[in-house]
Every structure is written in C-alpha cells, then in structure tokens.
C-alpha cells in the first residue's frame, strides 16, 4: 500500500514514517522510512490465518512525523485503517466420527466395513467441488525380543541382516525363531533396533 507525505505549507521538514500494525497482523515492513518533503513510501503487509481471522476486523494506524529542524514545531499526522480478511478459499473439517476406535481382530474388513463420518464446513467466499480421503494405517508395535544380526557393525538394521526372535539371551541359539533372512551362525551376538516393528 502506497502512502504519500506532501507539504501543504510551511518549513520542508523530513519527514519519518511509522506504524503500529505489527501489534494487530503481524510483519508490515516500511521501504523508506523517511525522507523530505514530498515522499512516498510503501508499506507491505503479511498477515498470518492465525493473527487475523475470517470477518474478524483489526485497525492499525500509520503515522508520518515532521522532524521540526525547519519549522521548530514537531508534527505528527495519523492514518487509521482497517483490515477483514475475506478468504475466497475456506475448507475445513470441524467434525470426524468412526463407528470403531479400536482395531479388529480375526474380522473381515470387507463384510465389516469401518464406517467414518466427517462434518467439512466452506467458510470462504465461493462454491467449491472437493473429494475427501480418508486413509486407514495400521498400527505398529515393539517387541524388545526382535533382534537382529549387524552384518556391517554400523549400528541400525539394514536391508538383507537376519531378523529373529530372541530368547533374552542376546546371542542366537538353537531356540531362537528366525524371522527373516537366514539362520545365522549359533552364538552370533543380537542387536535391537527401535525400527523394527511388527503388527500386531
């Protein structure tokens, strides 16, 4: 936004710019700062969603002050204005239900389907046509007793190293479970990797 100082009358002071908009939107750097009569200035500003809200109006003031050298009087002149964010696009979703909120065991999901419902609310300024996804994830678990065999000593497990099941005796014995990878050598010692996750 373009703001012009222009002497009407009296001494040509320097004039200073200044705005209080930062305490209501947020970051409104000033391109020039100030300067003698007459200057121009631009004023740019950057709003945040979470500073200003939808139709929720905000004022900011911005103020040019002469300086006084020639006019031995200091003065100040304000401008109040007043910022409403209208958003053209506004989809959010406000409600999210689901016919369980636990997992299902042994069940068939194709003949027991999960059913979710969700409440998505356009508070923006136009129509809008929009698809909403929803993606199930299974949950993965720890289990202490899934080591692993570090080949190549570099710490974590890599694509290929044996995986078993270990007996807490952090060296692989006859009465380990392999579940990945070969069988490695009796008595290799087991490593755990915080990464290796299983479903439960």
Request: net charge negative.
């Amino acid at each position: 936004m373009p703001v012009t100082a222009t002497l009407t009358s009296g001494a040509p002071d320097t004039v200073t710019f200044g705005n209080s908009c930062s305490k209501a939107l947020g970051e409104c750097p000033i391109s020039i700062t100030s300067g003698p009569f007459p200057v121009t200035t631009q004023v740019n500003f950057t709003v945040s969603p979470d500073i200003l809200l939808p139709g929720v109006p905000k004022n900011f003031n911005i103020s040019a002050t002469t300086d006084g050298l020639y006019s031995e009087v200091s003065v100040t002149s304000i401008l109040t204005f007043t910022v409403t964010l209208v958003r053209t696009h506004d989809l959010h979703t406000t409600l999210e239900t689901s016919s369980r909120a636990f997992a299902y065991t042994g069940v068939s999901l194709a003949g027991n389907p999960i059913h979710f419902n969700a409440t998505i609310v356009n508070e923006g300024t136009v129509s809008e046509t929009f698809s909403a996804n929803i993606t199930a994830k299974v949950l993965l678990a720890i289990d202490n007793k899934i080591s692993y065999i570090d080949i190549n000593l570099n710490g974590v497990w890599d694509l290929g190293e044996p995986i078993v099941y270990d007996n807490v005796t952090s060296l692989y014995s006859a009465g380990d479970t392999v579940i990945a990878n070969g069988a490695p050598t009796l008595g290799t010692a087991l490593k755990t990797d915080s990464l290796i996750k299983y479903v439960d």
